[in-house]
């Protein structure tokens, strides 16, 4: 069984910064894509950036320059640092992650979602 968890999500106000955590535990053998997504309400979910495997980075266009997604393979767990938040980056935050089990099974998971919050 896999788990993620997620966390760092909070309220803020404008210009200021988060990072959210994305910790994944269980019977994993590698990790490959993971990418971050938001919902804000009455929205669909949007991808907010992705990293491979190889360490390649994708981002929408409404967060480059100011969002940054790292992984750190050795605790199997993703980092996305947001910087000069806006309000309209408030939303809830998923992790979704691309990965082989210790049974080489491919299987994507989600993360609960962390809540992310941008007001004055």
């Known amino acids: 069984q896999v788990q993620l968890v997620e966390s760092g999500g909070g309220l803020v106000q404008p210009g200021e910064s988060l990072r959210l955590s994305c910790a994944a535990s269980?019977?994993?053998?590698?990790?490959?894509?993971v990418g971050w997504y938001r919902q804000a309400p009455g929205k669909q979910r949007e991808l907010v950036a992705n990293?491979?495997?190889?360490?390649?980075?994708n981002y929408a266009d409404s967060v480059k320059g100011r969002f940054t997604i790292s992984r750190d393979n050795a605790k199997n767990t993703v980092y996305l640092q947001m910087n000069s938040l806006k309000p309209e980056d408030t939303a809830v935050y998923y992790c979704?992650?691309?990965?082989?089990?210790?049974?080489?099974?491919?299987?994507?998971?989600w993360g609960q979602g962390t809540l992310v919050t941008v007001s004055s």
């Open positions: 979704n992650v691309e990965l082989l089990t210790v049974t080489m099974v491919s299987v994507k998971v």
């Open positions: 269980g019977y994993i053998f590698s990790i490959n894509a």
């Open positions: 990293i491979t495997s190889g360490g390649t980075t």
